[in-house]
Structure formats: C-alpha cells, structure tokens
Nanobody, 127 residues
Framework: QLQASGGGLVQAGGSLRLSCAAS????????MGWFRQAPGKEREFVAA????????FYADSVKGRFTISRDDAKNTVYLQMNSLKPEDTAVYYC??????????????????????WGQGTQVTVSS
C-alpha cells in the first residue's frame, strides 16, 4: 500500500513537501512516480525515480522547481515542490512499479507502467 501525504493550501511562490510511504508488500525500492490530476483534466506525469535511485525524471512543467527523492530506511519517497504556481493545483498521486527496467523517461511517464497507486493528496496554490 501507498500512503500519500503533505498536501495543503499554499500561496504562489511557496513550497510543500509531499511524502509517499510504502507498507506491506510494497517497497520503495521499486521505481516510484508522482502524477497529478487537476479538476476537469486528465491525470499527468510529474516526476519519477528509478528503482535504484540513480535516475530521476521530470515533466517540463516542473523541471527546476520540483525534486523527487527517496529514503529507503523510511520506505518513503518525497516530492519537494518549490516556487509553486496556481497551475500546480491538483490532487497528487504516488505510484510504484514492481519491475526493474532500464530506466527511461517514456516508461515512467506511462500510467500503465505502475502496479500500485496511493489515494492522492490535494495541493492548492492560491494566487
């Protein structure tokens, strides 16, 4: 199971850190991704980190502002979000991929690449 947390209301320019804690048979030694879904829009890729932690990938819209990281000891993946914009407002979901492919961007962008999904956490950025 995946439990996402850390969402909230923040002003534009502010920061939030999302957490995704894995439990049970789910391990963050899997490849991990963050997606988001804004009202009336499809769910979109935000960021991913490979199973080894050696590769990270970002959507162009968040590159340079968001950072994905992992703490294997805590079985948790983080998404540090800085310089937030109103267009970042969405429900953020974390996901885990059990396979261990050679990491490449297009693989992690595909929602069907993931086996487990968290319940989502709301991020609202006010202007």
């Amino acid at each position: 199971q995946l439990q996402a947390s850390g969402g909230g209301l923040v002003q534009a320019g502010g920061s939030l850190r999302l957490s995704c804690a894995a439990s049970g048979r789910t391990s963050i030694t899997y490849g991990m991704g963050w997606f988001r879904q804004a009202p009336g829009k499809e769910r979109e890729f935000v960021a991913a980190i490979s199973w080894s932690g050696g590769s990270t990938f970002y959507a162009d819209s968040v590159k340079g502002r968001f950072t994905i990281s992992r703490d294997d000891a805590k079985n948790t993946v983080y998404l540090q979000m800085n310089s937030l914009k109103p267009e970042d407002t969405a429900v953020y979901y974390c996901a885990a991929d059990r396979s261990k492919p050679i990491p490449y961007m297009e693989y992690f962008m595909r929602q069907r690449s993931y086996d487990y999904w968290g319940q989502g956490t709301q991020v609202t950025v006010s202007s």
